[in-house]
């Protein structure tokens, strides 16, 4: 286990970037979501607005 943990001596560059590579990941995951719920609510106000013209 611990060999696989070393790849071979690069495993103290692999393993933060493969750390970093999920932050980022989940960071987009939850900015998108956050996004999509903003226009959500957005349109939703909109909807119920009434007309101005």
Known sequence: ???FLAMG???AFVWP???LAAVV????VRSARR???LARE???RRAAAPDRA
């Open 9 to 11: 001596g690069y495993g």
């Open 1 to 3: 286990m611990s060999e």
């Open 35 to 37: 996004q999509l719920a």
């Open 17 to 19: 970037c493969f750390a």
């Open 42 to 44: 957005q349109a939703l």
């Open 25 to 28: 990941l989940a960071w987009n």
